[in-house]
Nanobody, 122 residues
Framework: QVQLLESGGGLVQAGGSLRLSCAASGSIFSINRMAWYRQAPGKQRELVAVITSGGSTDYADSVKGRFTISRDNAKNTVYLQMNSLKPEDTAVYYC????????????????WGQGTQVTVSS
């Protein structure tokens, strides 16, 4: 069994900061790509930031310069540092992990976290 446990969401005023964490646990051989998505009410889920196994990163245009994605391979954890938050950043944020499992055949699978609410007040 594999789990992604997210934490760090909450309520913050515009201009403030939050740091999200997503820890992967279970029968994991390796973590490939990890990413953060978000979904605002009435909108489709969108990619916010992604980090590869080699540490390369990419961001949605709307968050470039404000958000930073990073990972701690020893802890199987990915972080999203969010600065200069805006009301339009309000959404449920989801962690997504592309994993190679430590099971027969070393299958590669994608997992989602349960989501964490981020609310930015104006």
């Amino acid at each position: 069994q594999v789990q992604l446990l997210e934490s760090g969401g909450g309520l913050v005023q515009a201009g403030g900061s939050l740091r999200l964490s997503c820890a992967a646990s279970g029968s994991i051989f390796s973590i490939n790509r990890m990413a953060w998505y978000r979904q605002a009410p009435g909108k489709q889920r969108e990619l916010v930031a992604v980090i590869t196994s080699g540490g390369s990163t990419d961001y949605a245009d709307s968050v470039k310069g404000r958000f930073t994605i990073s990972r701690d391979n020893a802890k199987n954890t990915v972080y999203l540092q969010m600065n200069s938050l805006k009301p339009e950043d309000t959404a449920v944020y989801y962690c997504n992990a592309d994993l190679t499992l430590l099971t027969l055949g070393y299958p590669r699978k994608y997992y989602w976290g349960q989501g964490t609410q981020v609310t930015v007040s104006s």
